[in-house]
């Protein structure tokens, strides 16, 4: 079993950026496949970012690309999201997520994962 914690949310104006971390304890990082969703109020979660256990293969969520950055540090046991240029309607509940696979090819569906971390705010101010 892995543990995941995020980190890095906050308060922020449009425009602004913020990096979210994802500590992950527990078992061996680089056998996980690692994704971001978020869920605003009254919203369904929904899918973010997706970095492959090799951290060859990304995805993102139209409305992130070209704005929002996965990354992974197997050495840290960390995954990252970079966000730019946020905007008001980023503003959710930021979730990272789990899954032990080698498969490299996108997941885009939180019924893929098998681990969740506690979530992390972010709101951003227009």
């Known amino acids: 079993q892995v543990q995941l914690v995020e980190s890095g949310g906050g308060l922020v104006q449009a425009g602004g950026s913020l990096r979210l971390s994802c500590a992950a304890s527990?078992?061996?990082?680089?056998?996980?496949?690692m994704g971001w969703f978020r869920q605003a109020p009254g919203k369904e979660r929904e899918f973010v970012a997706f970095?492959?256990?090799?951290?060859?293969?990304?995805d993102y969520t139209d409305s992130a690309k070209g704005r929002f950055t996965i990354s992974r540090d197997n050495a840290k046991n960390t995954a990252y999201l970079q966000m730019n240029s946020l905007k008001f309607e980023d503003t959710a509940v930021y979730y990272c997520?789990?899954?032990?696979?080698?498969?490299?090819?996108?997941?885009?569906?939180?019924?893929?994962?098998?681990?969740w971390g506690q979530g992390t705010q972010v709101t951003v101010s227009s």
């Open positions: 997520a789990a899954d032990q696979t080698w498969f490299e090819g996108s997941m885009k569906r939180a019924h893929e994962y098998d681990y």
């Open positions: 527990g078992r061996t990082f680089s056998n996980y496949a």
């Open positions: 970095i492959s256990w090799s951290g060859l293969t990304t």
